[in-house]
């Protein structure tokens, strides 16, 4: 019997990229030389007819490779990021027949007890083609990288496998997290975020859903360590965008890439917001400027379409008056100029990169003074700055400048994106109510009153009079409609501000 805890991240790199992939320095002058092998694997999944073991959260499989034959029970554990660390126990066998002893004594009565004497079936094969090498990637860290090509068989129903697996030999999680962000600056990387397993699950069930994104529970603990449970939160945040990405490498799914990607990675860099003083200043700011290469064109494209519905609604009323739509076909190529540039982004493998120099960095730095921090007693002391930093903005009866209302649109999405991804802290549901009320309005504000500079900057080198015709009645438009937004950021602002009194 061996047990041991399995620490892997899955690849996704297409088969144009794989020649590539394999002629990069960091793979060339990694690989240990005389480890490289070829194997035929044959894995065959069991479970109960109610299935027990999934249900448990578990997975009980026999391998044969070549004339060896084993079985292993890996258990539920910590996955995120295409990264998963379950832990696994691996017995011989004689035969290719399920045994239920020989795992660990504990770990073989709670098996025994699960099943409760029903008999074991095969639910699905896997026949996997295989090439291994090990991998020097620091001092300290070898992983081994297995390129794996073959099929998820189920009855009549078969799926291709076409991954590549790292899984840490030894060393360190975060040796493993740097190497991939190199890989991922040279090209396109994407993760597998499903288990062989969970594929072949999917297949047994009939329910193959191309771009399901995993539900991945979160477990935090707000009596829990600061730095542990906020990282998290921090990751759980990151996987989401890396899972979201893999949608996005089609064209097809481009068309709402804003509402996909955009909320994920204001969360994100919400988190980092409201942990700032737990990290260094170079850490904080370097999070920051990724995060923000991320947001900008997003960000763009969102105000675009807001353009776009804000000058269909105009056109609409006064269009015949207009004849041509000059607008319209500018802000539409605007957009899909920005559309293809994220379009790269996405398939260059620039959000991966970037998403695992942050993962890397947060597992090797030390935060500030939360050792003995617990996630809920930070939470109640930053929440209770960021309502004070509210409660001392100032503004008057006729209207809320620009700077002012970037600033509290700031303030409010980093409580309600905060409060949105884990209940921490003693915002009760009323406050959050009202504070996401808000922040709906600052962003009208914000996005469809200001930023008047985002409409100019289309009149930029043009002459066309009929351009500046459109532009002036968008803007007049957008002008028009400030008093009415102003009002209702106004009685949002003051009935939060009365509850925030409250609990001062």
Known sequence: ?????????????????????????????????????????????????????????????????????????????????????????????????????????????????????????????????????????????????????????????????????????????ADLFVFVAKLAEKLPIFIEPKSKFQRGLELLAGKKEKNKILDNKLDIDPAGNAETEFKKLIVHSISNILEKQNILRSKDNLIDVDKLLLADIKRLRALIDFIEPLLEKKDYENYKAIITEFNEPLQKLYVIKRFIKQWKSIYKNVGTMLRTNVLLERLNERREEITKNIFKQVNSGFYTAGLFKIIAQLEVTTWQGANFLQMDQFALHRL?????????????????????????????????????????????????????????????????????????????????????????????????????????????????????????
């Open 1 to 173: 019997m061996s047990s041991s805890v399995e620490m892997e991240m899955k690849l996704v790199i297409a088969r144009k990229d794989l020649n590539k992939f394999f002629a990069q320095t960091l793979i060339k002058n990694s690989i240990i030389a005389g480890s490289e092998k070829k194997l035929a694997i044959e894995n065959y999944y069991y479970d109960t007819s109610d299935y027990k073991i999934s249900n448990a959260g578990m997975s009980y499989r026999i391998r044969r490779t070549d004339k060896k034959l084993e079985a292993t029970v890996k258990t539920q554990g910590e996955a995120g990021g295409g990264f998963s660390a379950r832990e696994e126990y691996t017995v011989p066998l004689k035969k290719n027949e399920p045994i239920l002893t020989g795992f660990a004594n504990n770990f073989d009565n709670k098996l025994q007890t699960l099943l409760a004497d029903e008999d074991l079936q095969v639910m699905f094969k896997i026949i996997v083609d295989r090439e291994v090498s090990l991998l020097q990637i620091t001092p300290d860290t070898v992983i081994e990288m297995a390129v794996d090509e073959g099929e998820i068989l189920v009855a009549q129903r078969m799926e291709k496998i076409h991954e590549v697996e790292l899984e840490i030999k030894s060393g360190t999680k």
């Open 384 to 504: 209770k700055n960021w309502h004070e930093r509210l409660l001392g903005i100032e503004i008057n009866n006729e209207k809320l400048q620009e700077d002012t209302a970037r600033e509290m649109r700031k303030i409010i999405e980093v409580m309600v994106m905060v409060r949105s991804s884990t209940k921490i802290g003693r915002l009760d549901k009323e406050t959050y109510g009202y504070l996401k009320l808000l922040y709906r309005n600052l962003k009208v504000l914000n996005f469809d009153i200001y930023g008047h500079k985002d409409i100019l900057a289309f009149l930029q080198g043009t002459n066309s009079r009929v351009l500046y015709r459109d532009a002036g009645l968008l803007l007049g438009y957008r002008l028009s409609e400030m008093p009415k937004v102003w009002r209702k950021v106004q009685k949002s602002w003051n009935v939060l501000l009365t509850a925030l009194k409250k609990k001062k």
